[in-house]
């Protein structure tokens, strides 16, 4: 089970840091993501990170302003969101378990969060 919290509403070029905290030991094995979803568009790709760490992979609209990371040992997933835009705006998801290496599309991955609402105004 994946419980995403942190959203919130700010001005544009605030930053803002959304947790999601995993239940489960199995989580620390897991490739582990960040999708968003704005009203009226499909959920898209922001950015995963391998159950080991390493370099994250960003889609292009976030590289240079946010960061995953993730804490293991909390089984616990970070997303750093830095110079937020209005265009950021959408209800953030966090996923685990990417079966496969396309770890970029949503349909790869086993489990979800609920969401937490991001709100960029300008």
């Known amino acids: 089970q994946l419980q995403a919290s942190g959203g919130g509403l700010v001005q544009a070029g605030d930053s803002l840091r959304l947790s999601c905290a995993a239940s489960?030991?199995?989580?620390?094995?897991?490739?582990a993501a960040w999708f968003r979803q704005a009203p009226g568009k499909e959920r898209e790709f922001v950015g995963y990170i391998r159950w080991g760490g390493g370099t994250p992979y960003y889609q292009d609209s976030v590289k240079g302003r946010f960061t995953i990371t993730r804490d293991n040992a909390k089984n616990t997933l970070y997303l750093q969101m830095n110079r937020l835009k209005p265009e950021d705006t959408a209800l953030y998801y966090c996923?685990?378990?990417?079966?496969?290496?396309?770890?970029?599309?949503?349909?790869?991955?086993?489990?979800w969060g609920q969401g937490t609402q991001v709100t960029v105004s300008s």
């Open positions: 996923a685990a378990q990417c079966v496969g290496t396309t770890c970029y599309i949503k349909d790869a991955y086993g489990y």
């Open positions: 489960g030991h199995a989580f620390r094995s897991y490739t």
